[in-house]
C-alpha cells in the first residue's frame, strides 16, 4: 500500500509517518519506478504499536529501542521490554496518585471557596485557604 492509504488505514496523517521513516521506526518495503513508498501490513502493525505505546507515555527514541526489526543482528529484547513496561506502567501509578491528590486539594479549595462565610471578607476568606494549604502541605512532607 501507498502512504496514502497508509495514513488512511492507521488514522496517521502521512507526514508522520515520513517522519517515522526518516528516525527508523517504520521502513517502506520497497518503491515504485516513479519512488513512491510501499507499505506492507507490518508497517500498519508497527504504526499501531506506536500510537499506543505513545499513548502510554513511552518516547520515540523509547519505542525505537524496543521494537522488533527485521534487522538479521536484531532480537526481541524480551526482558528489556518488559522492564520497559513495568516501568512505565509505576510510572503511570505515580502520576495517578499525584493527580489523585492534587485533584482532592482542589475539590477542597473549591469547597473553601463555596463556603465563605457570610462575615468573611474574599481576603480574609483566601489567606484562610492559603494558610490551610500552606498546613497541608507541612503535614504531607512529615
Known sequence: MRIGELAK??????SPIRFYETVGLIAPRDRTEAGYRCYGDDALHTL???NH?????FTLSEIRSLLVTSAPDRDWDRPGLLAAL???AAAIEDLQQ???RARRQLRRVIADIE???EDLSCT???ERIMQ???LDHSRSKQ
Do not use: C, F, V
Open 53 to 57: 505505546a505513545q499513548a502510554a507515555g
Open 98 to 100: 499525584r493527580l489523585t
Open 9 to 14: 488505514a492507521s488514522g496517521i496523517a502521512a
Open 115 to 117: 463556603s465563605k462565610p
Open 86 to 88: 513495568h516501568g512505565k
Open 132 to 134: 490551610q494549604l500552606r
Open 124 to 126: 480574609d476568606n483566601a
Open 48 to 50: 499501531e504499536i506506536i
